[in-house]
């Protein structure tokens, strides 16, 4: 069995994003200093820069305030 995939109590916001094994995006968030993300899939990206985040969500059609 997979173990879960964590972001546990960033040192700052961590923005994320959960790709399919077609690039499909699957979810989307942020992890703040108090909060955890765990997760079983297994492709996570992991971004600190929110402007570079939305860019990645956009090319998916995604858009986020």
């Known amino acids: 069995m997979k173990e ?5 109590n960033p040192n700052v ?12 995006v699957l ?8 909060q955890v993300l765990s997760t079983k899939e ?3 990206e992991m971004y600190l820069d929110k402007e570079e985040w ?10 986020v305030d």
């Open 54 to 63: 939305k860019k990645i969500l956009e090319s998916h059609k995604i858009e």
């Open 4 to 8: 879960m995939d964590k972001i546990k």
């Open 27 to 34: 979810s989307y968030g942020v992890v703040n200093p108090i």
């Open 42 to 44: 297994t492709k996570i």
């Open 13 to 24: 916001d961590t923005y994320w994003i959960i790709l399919d094994e077609d690039d499909k």
